[in-house]
């Protein structure tokens, strides 16, 4: 089978399978605001998707992106997914001595698209508790150069769960400026931060801030995401769009109504992940040789570190994915550090976490013996 076949395959037998419980790709499982409801399924019965939408979004939303990043004067591009914009920022900044710097552990897309635009990545290794994991700005300093072209930032960080305060984001912004970079300020997990600095505030020549609605709204298979930047900026990244046709005018709708309602829907569910991920902690607590670096994570995910107990992410996905659970190994997300740690979201049904905590001892003793492992994506 070719890669792409074989990926498919994967993921579409955990998207047919009612059973599982998707503790794996941060996603969001809450069930959904019933005004969110409410604008899907009349968007629906008023079948207002037989039009294309604006490219850059339909306005009133593209307004209320800005208005909840706190802002002014700033425009929003709205995506297929932060990953569009993602793609849109690396391909209007990167190529062949124009470079790319970010950490590791971090996303793995935006350094693939960057390689394959003819960039060089260079990856700042943070998992360290040296430096509590986190990019320091003396680190950055030290990597930055006339070639650098981009510097990528996720905050809060996937998988770590770090956040950056203002002056950590100021520090970034500053360093970016001294080299003429731009910065992107991917803060697709920004909803779940006790606090959060959008770089555009500080950087507003320079940086780029990448918003999603997959995360905190549950939007995942809908598709949706932003970046917004100033308007010389968001034209320049603009212009390279491959979707001019817009994006889901279904998704649109239900954004908009997701953002009037954000303050009350984070209050219920912000808790609820945050006990989930409290959860994982007592269980993890019990099992030697077991830790959680970032016990505090800011996003809705915690990374739990396994190479102590001398267990394979591998093995141990494979073992919960056999009951179902889905959990993420490692070496997703870092070549360097995948082989010390798991990742598992948090913004899930209580009653999926119990079974991970309840399934996770006996995996564990299991996972010891396995071997024969088949491909994980
Ligand atoms: C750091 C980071 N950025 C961007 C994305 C992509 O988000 P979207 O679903 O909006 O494309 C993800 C998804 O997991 C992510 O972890």
Redesign the pocket.
């Known amino acids: 089978m070719s890669d792409f076949e074989e990926k498919n395959a994967f993921f579409d037998r955990l998207v047919s399978n009612p059973n599982v419980r998707w503790l794996g790709?941060?996603t969001n499982h809450f069930p959904l605001h019933p005004k969110v409801r409410e604008a899907l399924e009349a968007s629906i019965r008023d079948e207002n998707f037989h039009v294309y939408a604006p490219p850059a979004g339909v306005e009133a939303l593209r307004e209320a992106i800005v208005a909840d990043l706190g802002l002014p004067g700033a425009r929003a591009f709205v995506t297929n997914?932060?990953?569009e914009a993602?793609a849109m920022i690396v391909r209007a900044f990167c190529g062949p001595g124009r470079d790319m710097v970010t950490t590791d552990p971090g996303?793995k897309w935006p350094i693939l698209f960057a390689r394959r635009a003819g960039a060089t990545v260079t990856e700042i290794p943070i998992w360290t508790p040296e430096t509590n994991y986190r990019l320091t700005p003396e680190r950055l300093r030290a990597e930055v150069g006339p070639n650098t072209a981009v510097i990528y930032l996720?905050d809060p960080n996937?998988p770590l769960g770090v956040g950056y305060s203002a002056e950590d984001i100021e520090a970034f912004a500053a360093i970016a400026r001294s080299v003429g970079a731009i910065l992107i300020h991917?803060s697709?997990y920004r909803d779940f931060a006790d606090a959060h600095t959008p770089a555009t505030r500080v950087y507003p020549e320079g940086a780029v801030t990448v918003v999603?609605?997959?995360k905190w709204l549950g939007f995942?298979g809908l598709r949706l995401?932003a970046f917004v930047a100033m308007p010389e900026l968001m034209e320049k990244i603009a212009a390279v769009s491959d979707a001019p046709l817009g994006c889901s005018m279904l998704a649109q709708a239900g954004a908009l109504a997701g953002l009037s309602v954000k303050a009350e829907w984070m209050a219920a569910i912000g808790p609820r992940q945050r006990a989930n991920q409290a959860m994982i902690a007592e269980a993890v607590d019990k099992l030697p040789g077991f830790s959680m670096p970032v016990p505090d994570s800011q996003g809705n995910f915690v990374v739990v570190e396994c190479i102590e107990a001398g267990i394979r992410p591998e093995a141990l996905v494979a073992e919960l994915g056999a009951h179902d659970v889905m959990i993420r190994q490692g070496a997703y997300h870092t070549p360097r550090f995948g082989h010390r740690f798991v990742k598992v979201s948090t913004t899930v049904p209580e009653a999926w976490v119990r079974d991970f905590v309840d399934l996770l001892p006996a995996a564990v003793e299991r996972a010891r013996t396995l071997n024969d492992l088949s491909s994980l994506f």
Request: overall charge negative; glycine content about 12%.
């Open positions: 790709q941060n997914g932060a990953v993602l996303w996720v996937n991917d697709t999603s609605f997959s995942a995401g």
